[in-house]
């Protein structure tokens, strides 16, 4: 199969979850021996270059990487399109998508995230007839009508409840355009994909869950030797996860305080928000970025999934399950991992809950031991990036 893909950006390094996923279904698609052509903006971190090639497996991929000069926020309020999708429709991307297209032939082309809705005119200009055209392929990371809608609920303040709201309708119009395009959509969870058919109920769709491709450590027990310590991990740059952090630890730094348990806050995020956070806590520790994160993981007792706002997978829950560290959650935030209440992780209804969940279960070893073991054991063989492409190529071939 001959794809072309189109992305946010070079997904190399994998700071976040969007990253994660979209480069494992890349190099996954290759390996199964699809050819790919990847098109997304560079990065100024980023470990590739305009123009190379990779030969994973069967496949190849060849790199069209875009110079880094997303348009700013603010021009997005004039443009029809979503924020994400506006700032990564580039000059330069357009005038690179148009070449591309026009030198196929192709047989499938994949919009991955709403981000890369931007694309989808191109698309339909250069195919005008629905019936002699490559498959069109919509990736998505999340139910984004869903999810943009409860974001822009969520927040308090007036002027970004009404910037968001106003966002959360471009993407619902773009999403929506989106799917009745394509001949399939996956999803990232079952959730989303029953979402989207409630709407499309004929439409092809696959769920794609995430795969995880860290090596695997040997279990160390969870001893009193380790802090009292919980940990959160992850990539603070989404407004949606600062959000979430800033909700939950408003109100569980105080309660950690008073029981003697420390938090860890381990990941990227804007600088002027952690320096803001850290002015305010008493138990709570922020790291920004670090270069081990499994280290912060071996240091923690409990690992905590705190988020209200947010749908889709969260990757962290496989880095902290195939760390071996026991999950504690708010009800609804860990859709698409076969976990059970009680049995392999503890759910709570809300954010005093959770906090009041770590004190209570902090020195219960035996319980967090067994929390995680259950984990591993449900998570080990439905996770491995070298299934996803496969399943992806045969849905395509089958659309």
């Known amino acids: 199969m001959r794809c072309l893909w189109i992305t946010l950006a070079d997904p190399d390094p994998p700071h976040n979850g969007q990253f994660i996923y979209s480069g494992g279904l890349i ?20 470990k590739r270059g305009d123009g190379d090639r990779e030969t ?14 997303p348009r700013s926020r603010w021009t997005s309020l004039r443009s029809p399109l979503p924020n994400i999708a506006h700032r990564c429709g580039t000059p330069d991307m357009h005038a690179r998508l148009r070449r591309l297209l026009a030198a196929g032939p192709w047989d499938s082309v994949v919009m991955d995230g709403v981000g890369s809705g931007w694309a989808l005119a191109d698309f339909k200009r250069q195919f005008p007839n629905r019936r002699a055209r490559p498959k069109l392929i919509y990736v998505s990371h999340n139910h984004e009508e869903s999810l943009r809608a409860q974001l822009a609920r969520n927040q308090s303040s ?32 079952p959730d989303d994909a029953e979402l989207y058919r409630q709407r499309w109920p004929d439409k092809p769709m696959v769920v794609l869950t995430p795969g995880y491709r860290a090596t695997e450590r040997e279990k160390k027990p969870i001893s009193r030797d380790l802090p009292r310590r919980a940990v959160i991990v992850g990539s603070f740059d989404w407004i949606a996860k600062r959000m979430n952090l800033e909700e939950f630890i408003s109100v569980a730094d105080a ?15 804007d600088a002027t928000f ?12 922020f790291t920004g970025t670090v ?8 240091a923690a007792r409990i690992a905590l999934v705190p988020e209200r706002s947010g749908g889709g997978f969260k990757l962290k829950v496989l880095d902290y399950v195939f760390n071996h560290l026991p999950i ?32 209570q279960f902090i020195d219960d070893l035996d319980r967090l031991n067994g929390l995680q073991e259950s984990a591993y054991r449900a998570c080990r063989d439905s996770f491995h990036w070298t299934s996803r492409g496969p399943h992806l190529l045969s849905a395509i071939s089958a659309a």
């Open 27 to 46: 190099g996954s698609m290759a390996e199964a021996g699809a050819d790919m052509d990847v098109l997304g903006l560079s990065r100024p971190d980023g």
């Open 328 to 359: 504690l959650a708010l009800k609804g935030s860990v859709a698409g991992v076969p976990l059970e209440q009680e049995e392999s992780i503890l759910l709570y209804p809300g954010h005093e809950d959770l906090a009041m969940g770590v004190v």
């Open 158 to 189: 007036l002027l970004k409840h009404q910037a968001m709201r106003l966002d959360s309708a471009k993407v619902t119009r773009l999403e929506r355009a989106l799917v009745e395009e394509a001949d399939l959509v996956t999803a990232i969870t």
């Open 56 to 69: 994973p497996g069967q496949g190849a991929i060849a790199w069209h990487l875009a110079e880094h000069k």
């Open 274 to 285: 952690l320096a803001g956070m850290r002015k305010r806590v008493l138990a709570t520790r």
């Open 291 to 298: 270069d081990d994160v499994r280290s912060h993981m071996d």
């Open 255 to 269: 309660i950690f305080a008073a029981n003697g348990v420390e938090l860890e806050v381990v990941g990227s995020g």
